[in-house]
């Protein structure tokens, strides 16, 4: 049973020094117990008591890690059935489906998907997580080759070996030493052999049930022998079951603290149609609600960069704005005569002013300022987006090396700002710019002709 919050208090050190991001360690032990707060949190707390908390400090969903090195992908950790009372701790993991017994140039052509198809969007890049290898063929000896090939080809990219047999699994792994796969296919009459294989090579378990009883049964047993890396299929292959079976995993774990449920699941949009975009419609559904690992038949581009969006959308802090990195971001090739405009790093107003001077045609340099996420007007009210923090981006950034000119255009709702950092910027003019960003590329226009 989970400890309560007076019991995980008298295990910790009681020294109320607040490292651990409340002021004190009564705080501190409610949080653990509400599986608001991990442990490691607590600078301080003794290994006798660690040992001890270990279960009541785990979050609801536990964390799985699958792969290893830069491929490494984890999933779990939830704490929250809605965004917006806390955040989604670990986007969704994106897999592409490759079978053992597709030709060579099929299994070549998907790689190649899989390394090239990535988007650079406010500082990140976006990109498919996994590969989800399925021993179709029955041939121990191609399972493994074709493992080897993903395994290399993809640059280690986390994988999930698919197959019921633990002999099949045995010689995969064999062909991917250190991968630390997640092997698919745990049933209650394989379980054992299949432990035997997780602990041997640092793999985690997928539990693979016909039903949310059967997922149960197998994740159970797999608790009582101290297998705490799982991850849950409750067999559904309809968008509606399935949909009504994550919100019931995610309700037991979170509500009920139900253990057995308390994992990360899988879902196969793949299984669930023939038709690609209404797959991608399904995998969409499940990025929100509440999958794990999403397996897709295949991955284009067209249907996956929007996945990649609302994953990205979803999973972010709700408490924190999505920002854009500072620096200066070229836009169509400028040169030393192109215009120089100075935005916020929240990233809807960099890509609204981005999407705005691209439209202009007119080359330009974008300075984008650390406003810590806000918008124009915010930052300015709050202080983070004067005429010193812009001066001093212009300073650091070393825009004046890459423009013959001295002059900078600033957002129209700073036109107050315009004096103080003439002050600021000895030899600079400051224009002021457009209020909005439709305005921008006639303002843009007009300056390419004076």
């Known amino acids: 049973m989970p400890l309560t919050g007076i019991e995980i208090f008298k295990l910790l050190p009681r020294t109320n020094c607040g490292q651990c991001g409340v002021p004190t360690c009564l705080a501190f032990a409610m949080n653990l117990a509400a599986g608001k707060a991990e442990l490691s949190s607590c600078p301080h707390v003794s290994e006798e008591a660690k040992a001890k908390l270990e279960e009541a400090s785990a979050p609801p969903i536990r964390p799985v890690t699958i792969g290893a090195g830069e491929g490494q992908v984890k999933i779990g950790g939830e704490t929250v059935l809605f965004r917006h009372e806390k955040r989604f701790e670990n986007p969704t993991a994106i897999a592409m489906l490759v079978r053992d017994d597709m030709s060579d140039d099929e299994i070549a052509a998907r790689l190649e998907k899989f390394r090239t198809l990535r988007y650079e969007r406010v ?15 029955g041939d121990p000896e191609r399972f493994a080759r074709v493992a080897a090939r993903v395994h290399a080809d993809t640059g280690g ?49 997928g539990v693979k049930g016909n039903s949310i009883d059967e997922a149960i049964a197998a994740s159970q047993k797999l608790l009582d022998l ?69 397996v897709l038949s295949d991955l284009e581009g067209h249907s996956l960069f929007p996945l990649l969006v609302a994953r990205l959308n979803i999973f972010t802090d ?43 045609r007119v080359p330009a340099w974008l300075l984008v300022q650390d406003t810590e996420g806000l918008s124009v007007l915010t930052a300015w009210a709050a202080g983070k987006f004067v005429a010193d923090t812009i001066a001093a981006l212009v300073k650091k950034s070393g825009i004046a090396d890459r423009v013959s000119h001295r002059k900078i255009v600033i957002p129209g709702h700073l036109a107050a700002e315009s004096g103080a950092l003439e002050d600021e910027l000895k030899g600079w003019q400051v224009l002021v710019g457009p209020r909005e960003g439709a305005h921008i590329p006639a303002y843009l226009k007009n300056w390419q002709a004076a």
């Open 157 to 205: 990219a986390a994988m999930v070996l698919m197959s019921e047999q633990p002999p099949l699994l045995a010689r995969a792994l064999e062909a991917v030493p250190g991968s630390r796969p997640l092997l698919y296919g745990v049933t209650t009459e394989n379980l054992e052999a299949m432990l035997e294989l997780a602990k041997a090579h640092q793999a985690s378990l």
């Open 123 to 137: 500082g990140l890049m976006l990109k498919p997580d996994m590969v989800a290898l399925e021993a179709a063929s």
């Open 318 to 360: 709700p408490q924190r704005p999505m920002a854009t990195s500072e620096g200066i971001y070229p836009i169509g090739n400028p040169d030393d005569k192109s215009p120089v405009l100075v935005t916020s790093n929240f990233s809807l107003t960099y890509f609204i002013v981005s999407g705005e001077i691209e439209n202009s």
């Open 226 to 294: 101290g297998c705490k890396n799982v991850v849950l299929d409750g067999g559904a292959r309809s968008l509606k079951a399935a949909f009504e079976e994550q919100v019931a995993i995610r309700r037991a774990a979170l509500l009920q603290k139900f253990r057995p449920l308390g994992f990360p699941t899988i879902v196969f949009p793949c299984r669930m149609t023939d038709d690609p975009m209404k797959e991608a419609l399904i995998a969409a559904t499940f990025i929100a609600k509440y999958g794990g690992i999403v």
